[in-house]
T-cell receptor, first 112, second 112 residues
Framework: EPEVTQTPSHQVTQMGQEVILRCVPI?????FYWYRQILGQKVEFLVS????????KSEIFDDQFSVERPDGSNFTLKIRSTKLEDSAMYFC??????????FGNGTRLTVT | KQEVTQIPAALSVPEGENLVLNCSFT??????LQWFRQDPGKGLTSLLL?????REQTSGRLNASLDKSSGRSTLYIAASQPGDSATYLC???????????FGEGTQLTVNP
């Protein structure tokens, strides 16, 4: 069964550094999402992407965050200048029709 | 603003028991409700999706119900097995393609 893949599985970075989290969505899907889960907290929505543009973003998704679909297969989340509070598990998801979401296994980001 | 609450936060049962997990939400204007399973260090696996016009969905030993008027959904697991041990999350979408709002999850342990 096709699946969403995320790399790396774990990323450690220093505060103030830029990080790029990568995702390969399921190939015929049209809707793409990033969510995050801080340890011990709820899964939170960050951003959705459809038709090559952001369709919705949360209040968390400020100017430090950006998303890109550079080549028709990858979907990336960039954090420009990481903060300690950005430490979380970041999940990519995709959906064919914007109804049932398929999630990747996540990237654990640790900011030191 | 939609709020999703799951009770109980944790549940431990002996193998073979039937059990019910609860999810409540504050705004009944939803598009669909999904139940997910999350294993430690892994992504989210979609178990059941109920559209707002539906009352329940079944898959194997799992049955999910939806009562929009009372703002509740339940996930029923029949004849529980140790392999069912995981965290179960419910999540709502308010429109097609829109963000999912998650509950905190119920951590289920099924003891052999």
């Amino acid at each position: 069964e096709p699946e969403v893949t995320q790399t790396p599985s774990h990323q450690v970075t220093q505060m103030g550094q830029e990080v790029i989290l990568r995702c390969v969505p399921i190939s015929n899907h049209l809707y793409f999402y990033w969510y995050r889960q801080i340890l011990g907290q709820k899964v939170e929505f960050l951003v959705s992407f459809y038709n090559n543009e952001i369709s919705e973003k949360s209040e968390i998704f400020d100017d430090q965050f950006s998303v890109e679909r550079p080549d028709g297969s990858n979907f990336t989340l960039k954090i420009r200048s990481t903060k300690l509070e950005d430490s979380a598990m970041y999940f990519c998801a995709s959906s064919q029709q914007g109804v049932r979401l398929h999630f990747g296994n996540g990237t654990r980001l640790t900011v030191t | 603003k939609q709020e999703v609450t799951q009770i109980p936060a944790a549940l431990s049962v002996p193998e073979g028991e039937n059990l019910v997990l609860n999810c409540s939400f504050t705004d009944s204007a939803i598009y669909n409700l999904q139940w997910f399973r999350q294993d430690p260090g892994k992504g989210l696996t979609s178990l059941l999706l109920i559209q707002s016009s539906q009352r329940e969905q079944t898959s194997g030993r799992l049955n999910a119900s939806l009562d929009k008027s009372s703002g509740r959904s339940t996930l029923y697991i029949a004849a529980s097995q140790p392999g069912d041990s995981a965290t179960y999350l419910c999540a709502l979408a308010e429109t097609s393609g829109s963000r999912l709002t998650f509950g905190e999850g119920t951590q289920l342990t099924v003891n052999p």
